[in-house]
């Protein structure tokens, strides 16, 4: 169609022209409506099918819009169906990805492991689910970035849903000298886990005696909060440890290393203290730094 027979036609036909304008302003007022109909259906329904549902509204009346302007303008459809279906049997065997992709979306959408809002583990990534469309699976990182998982590799891993309960339980281990009390420790543990307002009462915090490691007595503190506490509690559990063993003297011991300098090398003098004093020790190859 030219721009004179186009010219032409606007000005024999305004009527026409009318439904020409309404279906071109008709795609942005789909787009515009849809959200407004999912902010609606997200009050009665997951968001994820709300987003789903909405999306599948749209576009289907995207193409009816199409449709009816491509009418609108003389194009005919019965041969571009024709071709339509041609290229679509091509496409297909080349889509065999998208359409396993597709399959496993349904399933995704029909078994609900996990929500928008989420926060779950897949694989190597961690982040809080951004979308659930039929072909892909969209997390949004801490770091804000957006991780795209196709939908058939979160079928074939392992999901974990980290906030799927509305409380989540947080195991700390911490490690003392032989030296210590364990009553003692134990029970400064408990005073510090009743201290935080946001650690539940129940299911009441836990204390236990795990054994004996290499270098220290190792304890392990379980604590439940709500999961939008999880962060808070956990940086108020562990700053609160050190501050309360600190103050009760309490010893938290570290790796220790000991140094042999071998046959081809010069001896290093040592001090032996004892009781306060210092003594001096005569050196030799091979010496160490004692405390006694």
Sequence with gaps: MSWQKLFDWIQGDPESL????????AIPL?????RFLRKSMAKRLSPQMAMLFTKVI?????????????????IKLTPLLGAAGVVGIAVGFAAQTSLSNLISGVFLILERPFAVGDLIRVESHTGLVQSIDLLSVKLRTFDNTIIRIPNE??????????TA???RRMDVTIGVAYKEDIEKVMQVLREIADSIPQILDEPEPFIL???????ALEFLVGV???????VQVRNQLLSGIK????????EIPFPHRSLYTGSVSEPFPIRVVSDGATVAAPTGEGALQERV
């Design 18 to 25: 009318a439904r020409l304008v309404f279906l071109i302003v």
């Design 30 to 34: 789909v787009f515009i409506g849809a």
């Design 58 to 74: 749209s576009y289907t009346l995207c193409v009816i819009i199409v449709l009816m302007l491509m009418r609108e303008l003389g």
């Design 153 to 162: 590799s979160m079928i074939k891993s392992a999901v974990t849903n980290v």
């Design 165 to 167: 309960f509305p409380i």
């Design 209 to 215: 005696f795990k054994g004996f490691a290499d270098s």
């Design 224 to 230: 439940w909060a709500a999961k939008e506490d999880y």
């Design 243 to 250: 501050k309360r063993f600190d103050a009760e003297g309490i």
